[in-house]
């Protein structure tokens, strides 16, 4: 019987802790997006060769790469999966 | 009997998702644990990042579930509750949750990639190409057919419009509590409740009256206002919010189906051809997807799928109880929607003055309810009767009627400013043949404000001319259009990388694709033309978005048996 | 500290005044440092003497330098390269570092060397009470003038869209609380993140740069001559330099010739039209019958001394 109701109440626990986890990712999904894509676009704007544009110091850039490792790493995805972002975006911001 | 039905509904689902669902995993798909999912293997705590599965679950949920599921089964009780309740259960769990799961596990067996990239894959690249234009018409069509469901709510309870507007005042100021001021999030939810409570309450204190077409003004201004403000201000909070309607709305729906213990009053089944499009007889088959359309099969779902799903899953056993499971809870919100029709619908149709009997119902009902309580609020004033007729009487059915107005709205609202904002990058992604061709027509039509105006346009337009019974449709047609493609996809990918022989999978896809074509080209010369001759702009706009629907849908098939015929080397 | 720099179109004088200029206050007991940026390079020949990229001692209080703009940006980009060649390091295994030297290719970057050598004046530079540059042609004169402000508004635009990228990470975090997804390495505090904190770094020099060339310490002075063609090209020297916000203070109508005083009202009139700050100076052909030919006035420094 104890164990019964300790079962119970683990899985109340459980249940609890997966709504207020769900409720959370909700809440920062469409921010999270946004986040990667301004990070991202930061990189393109810091590259200027590969936006087409000198940017005004390439030492800048040449000092930031080591320390841009994740955004770049976006950059390449990105590049990558451009042309296939609809769903993503579709399932982020949702329409139906 | 209510309760029986769904009861019954929730049994059968249950044993379809052990006996189909299942076979399907472990036979046709054979997934297995040993694969590592693609949120493992290109793990970048980016986009790929494997969530727990309850939480996947409640993501894909939401994501998938809208105010349609509820709006088609309340047009579809013209048939009577037996053949829309077997819709909404057989095809649900053999085509509809079959074609959900198939998207999810061919993308995650691509490495996450969208079913449109699985389709330029396996069949041929133009296939790809064809989906977006589809999408686009649906884009179009999604925004006629819920810009009209949201002013009939708006019209039909004049306290819905005040509530909505104070629930934006409410999801701004949350928007500033959680994402400026970076307020405590458990606090600022408690916040947002306690608003979203009180817009319900002052919606009932200042109701706005105004006719339709004001509101489907109104709608446009807001759809081009509201996809042009950046997401946090508005669109996230508002969609957090909209959880709770969610929530409150299925709960108190189930407490009140199960525990209402009341007879059906609307007759079983009707007769083959009631009045259901445009005021003509509509025969159950091949009719019956482009009533009923979510809460049975959505395309949209392969694309959400297909698009954030398969990135996040975690590993590939979870992919049944996502895909093939959330699909079927759909379904299960579908039955409590045809249970509180039948039951309560009859009774409060007369309520209302209607001459409706149980044996003119075939040819009464529909126009009927569009006179009464046109779209979704044959729903919203069921269901609060419904519930009103249990113990939970308590609660004053003015205020479960608002609630579930507001649910509906919300999420029917919700859907015309991000459908708008998907229909920008949509355009610009099928103009794109144009560039090169002629510069200025591509720079024309790719401009932010002209690829947001024209859907929002066209769509509200629709609106505003069309009947709702024509709109509704067309809606559907476009939806199960991508559903009968991804499915098509799904089957190509089960019988050439699989190496399945794939029947449990092909004859449904074909099932589908003929009943959907049928279904098209029977809409288009009959429907349309007798539309065409009571207000010829719209019908000539929605046949020849029809028509040129129809003509990719051939192109894809013929593409489809060419490929299969070849071998693919995996 | 303190600094002139004297621009205009090429061959109206500019290295002539300048060297007069710096001449006549190192005459006075200052010490002052006269650079040439101008890739024609006249300051030597003016001395007579062999001028280098250091400056030299020329005389009690006077001193000179020659920056050659080729040179010096082949420097820059050789520190540029030196930059690469320190993050990745590892490639010296491989012998494949030489490629950096692909660099020193990269076309445009005689502005950037240009500027860099001016801060280096500039911060060296403590120890002379006067610095007078003579300036390339007014093309790149006006890049190099531009250079900082648009690199500092490049640079803050940056700086915006970082913080609000760690802002929505902080947003996000927040929100997350403890939930894990395997990014939580990812910085969101502005004292942690090393991007953010060279973004600062480098906005604070060019803007120290700006000021510097913006700032009450500089004069900036134009030369031209009497004729229509140097008046275009000043008009618009002095309303770009406008623009980006550096007034010129200080005028010299130089090679001007008393037969031609009515042409050079004129000019003068169209030149410093709603422009009231511009002090104006004639230098030259004065006076026929008393001093015959161009002549220097024996004090150019006065005004500037007594105003700035």
């Known amino acids: 019987m104890k164990g019964i109701i300790r079962k119970i109440y683990r899985s109340v626990i459980f249940f609890i802790s997966s709504l207020d986890q769900a409720h959370r990712m909700k809440a920062a999904e469409v921010t999270e997006y946004e986040l990667r894509e301004l990070e991202n676009l930061f990189v393109l704007l810091l590259m200027g060769s590969f936006t087409g544009i000198p940017s005004p110091s390439s030492l800048v850039s040449a000092e930031l790469i080591p320390h841009l490792g994740r955004e770049i790493q976006l950059l390449n995805k990105r590049a990558e999966e451009a042309f296939d972002a609809f769903n993503e975006i579709a399932g982020t911001i949702g329409i139906d | 009997m209510t309760t029986l039905i769904v009861i019954l509904g929730a049994l059968i689902y249950i044993g379809l998702y052990l006996k189909y669902g299942k076979s399907l995993e472990k036979n046709v798909v054979k997934a297995t644990n040993q694969n590592d999912a693609p949120s493992k293997t290109y793990y970048d705590g980016v986009d790929y990042v494997p969530s727990k599965a309850p939480v996947l679950f409640g993501h894909h949920f939401a994501s998938i579930a809208g105010a349609a599921p509820i709006i088609g089964p309340v047009l579809a009780m013209a048939w009577g509750w037996v053949p829309a309740l077997l819709w909404i259960w057989f095809g649900n769990a053999l085509i509809g949750a079959v074609h959900d799961y198939l998207s999810v596990m061919a993308s995650v067996r691509y490495d996450g990639k969208s079913i449109q990239f699985v389709a330029s894959d396996l069949i041929t690249k133009r296939s790809g190409k064809l989906f977006y234009w589809i999408v686009f018409f649906l884009l179009i069509l999604v925004i006629a057919a819920f810009a009209a469901v949201c002013a009939g709510m708006f019209v039909g309870n004049p306290a819905i419009p005040t509530s909505y507007i104070l629930k934006i005042c409410a999801a701004l100021i949350l928007g500033v509590l959680i994402y400026r001021v970076n307020m405590n999030f458990t606090l600022a939810t408690v916040i947002g409740i306690v608003m979203l409570v009180l817009a319900l309450w002052g919606g009932a204190m200042m109701p706005i009256t105004a006719s339709r077409k004001t509101w489907l003004a109104v709608f446009f201004f807001y759809i081009i206002i509201a996809s042009a403000v950046p997401v946090n201000v508005l669109l996230q909070p508002r969609d957090y919010l909209n959880s709770f309607l969610l929530y409150a709305g299925l709960i108190l729906g189930a407490l009140g189906a199960i525990f209402s213990f009341k007879g059906f009053t609307a007759p079983a089944f009707t007769t083959f051809s009631p009045i259901v499009m445009g005021g003509n007889p509509t025969p159950f088959w091949p009719a019956i997807p482009l009533v009923i359309a979510c809460g049975s099969l ?273 | 500290m303190k600094s002139l720099f004297f621009t205009g179109k090429g061959g109206v004088g500019k290295s002539t005044l300048s060297s007069a200029f710096g001449y006549q206050l190192s005459q006075k007991g200052y010490k002052v440092l006269i650079v040439s940026l101008d890739p024609a390079h006249n300051l030597g020949d003016i001395f007579n003497t062999r001028l280098k990229n250091r400056e030299i001692k020329f005389a009690e209080n006077l001193f000179l330098a020659e920056v050659d703009l080729s040179k010096a940006s082949k420097k820059y980009l050789k520190e540029n390269t030196k930059v690469f060649e320190e993050v990745y390091g590892y490639l010296k295994v491989l012998n494949l570092d030489r490629y950096f030297n692909v660099l020193k290719y990269t076309p445009g970057m005689e502005e950037n060397a240009a500027l860099i050598e001016i801060e280096r004046i500039f911060t060296e530079g403590i120890k002379y009470d006067f610095i007078v540059f003579d300036t390339p042609p007014t093309g790149i004169t006006l890049r190099i003038m531009a250079l900082p402000t648009i690199t500092v508004n490049w640079l803050e635009q940056l700086i915006g869209i970082r913080k609000q990228i760690l802002e929505k990470r902080y947003t996000i975090r927040h929100i997350r609380d403890g939930i894990s997804t395997g990014d939580e390495k990812l910085v969101y505090n502005e004292l942690d993140d090393t991007v953010i904190k060279k973004l600062y770094l480098m906005h604070e020099k060019y803007k120290k740069l700006d000021s510097m060339i913006k700032g009450e310490n500089n004069t900036v002075s134009v030369v031209f001559n009497p004729d229509f063609l140097s008046l275009r090209e000043s008009e618009r020297l002095i309303s770009s330099l406008d623009e980006l916000g550096i007034p010129v203070r200080l005028a010299f109508n130089n090679k001007y010739d008393s037969c031609l005083s009515e042409d050079a009202d004129k000019i003068e009139k169209q030149l410093f039209a709603g422009r009231s700050g511009i002090k104006n100076q004639r230098i030259g052909f004065a006076d026929h019958k008393n001093s015959p030919g161009y002549s220097i006035p024996a004090d150019l420094t006065e005004y500037y001394l007594q105003e700035y």
């Open chain 2, 298 to 570: 959505s395309g949209f779902h392969s694309l959400v799928g297909s698009g954030t799903t398969s990135k996040q899953l975690a590993k590939e056993s979870d992919a049944l109880p996502i895909g093939y499971g959330a699909m079927l809870t759909e379904g299960f919100l579908s039955t409590i929607v045809v249970v509180s029709v039948a039951g309560f619908g009859f009774g409060i149709m007369k309520d209302a003055g209607m001459t409706i009997s149980a044996a003119g119902w075939g040819t009464e009902y529909t126009p009927a309810m569009m006179k009464s309580f046109p779209s979704a609020a044959m729903f919203t004033e069921s269901y609060a009767v419904m519930v009103a007729s249990t113990w939970l009487k308590f609660i004053p059915t003015s205020a479960v009627k608002l609630l579930a107005g507001m649910w509906v709205s919300s999420f029917a609202m919700t859907t015309l400013d991000t459908t708008n904002r998907l229909g920008r990058y949509c355009f610009a992604e099928i103009m794109l043949p144009l560039k090169g061709k002629s510069e200025s027509a591509y720079k024309f039509f790719t401009n932010k404000w002209i690829a947001s105006l024209v859907p929002a346009l066209i769509g509200v337009w629709l609106a505003w001319s069309g009947s709702f019974t024509i709109v509704w449709p067309s809606f559907g047609s476009a939806n199960q259009l991508i559903a009968s493609m991804a499915l098509l996809t799904g089957a190509s990918w089960v019988t050439k990388k699989l190496g399945a022989k794939g029947t449990a999978v092909m004859i449904p896809a074909y099932a589908l694709w003929v009943t959907v074509t049928a279904a098209i080209i029977w809409f288009s010369a009959v429907i349309l033309p007798a539309s065409i001759q009571k207000n010829p702009s719209t019908g000539i706009t929605l046949l020849v978005i029809e028509v040129v629907m129809l003509l990719m849908n051939v192109i894809f098939i013929i593409d489809f048996i060419k490929s299969g015929k070849k071998e693919v080397k995996s």
